[in-house]
């Protein structure tokens, strides 16, 4: 007479991208040099282009430690260099080139770019406080609407998941940016996810036009 073996139930099991997906990985840049009133940052295709500060470069040193500990397939980053100084210890370390995705550059700030918008910020400005309580990025002279910043950034990250079905991607960004797929993966409203810290990693995970946020902040790498 046979046996059966008895059935061992329904176990938890840790995620796994469903098969086709692209799981990214968006770090945010190191911190950038300080802003002095009266003296702009270069501009790049119209945006500030600090360099990293020293702490900056510290702390892309900590997260190009924790990349290297983790399964990368491909890297990107956007057209200012403080993204590109900020992979720089990981691409050293690793061997593997950085491409260049320019929809993943910060939010574009009109008339407050250059570094403007952390003096005014710090003024108390009206625009500024308008922004801050309804999400509006539009509120800055000049500026990009919050839905074209969303726009453009889900449309670079469309494109990527169709460059990159089951594979994990390093995308080294900027913190409005990472807002604004934070707030659409997780169907919030604009800037609902501002706040990311400098060299921090989040997670999203596309499969076709469905967008899921995985972590968001993990600073472990830099706490020591």
């Known amino acids: 007479m046979s046996q059966t073996t ?4 329904h176990r ?3 995620y796994t991208p469903p098969t086709g997906a692209t799981e990214f990985v968006l770090v ?21 282009d600090p360099a990293l500060s020293d702490d900056g470069h510290a702390q892309a040193v900590l997260v190009g430690q924790r990349l290297a500990r983790e399964r990368v397939d491909a890297l990107y980053v956007t057209s200012l260099r403080r993204t590109v100084q900020t992979a720089a210890p990981f691409v050293a370390s690793s061997g ?26 710090a003024q108390g400005h009206p625009a500024w406080a308008l922004v801050e309580a309804n999400g509006e990025w539009g509120h800055i002279p000049g500026a990009e609407t919050s839905t074209q910043l969303q726009q453009r950034c889900v ?8 460059a990159h079905p089951d594979q994990r991607v390093v995308c080294v960004v900027h913190g409005g940016v990472i807002g604004a797929l934070a707030a659409h993966a ?37 706490d020591g």
């Open 28 to 48: 945010r840049h190191g911190a950038s040099e300080a802003y002095h009133a009266g003296k702009p940052f270069p501009l790049v295709d119209g945006h500030g």
């Open 96 to 121: 593997m080139k950085a491409e260049v995705e320019r929809d993943l550059r910060e939010v574009y700030l009109g008339e407050w770019e250059g570094g403007r918008l952390r003096e005014f910020a």
């Open 12 to 14: 938890q099991t840790r």
């Open 186 to 222: 997780a169907g919030a409203r604009p800037r609902s996810f501002e706040g990311a810290d400098n060299c921090s990693l989040h997670t999203i995970v596309v499969l076709g036009t469905t967008f899921q946020l995985r972590r968001f902040n993990d600073t472990t790498h830099l």
């Open 155 to 162: 449309g670079a990250l469309l494109r990527l998941h169709q």
């Open 6 to 9: 008895a059935p061992t139930g």
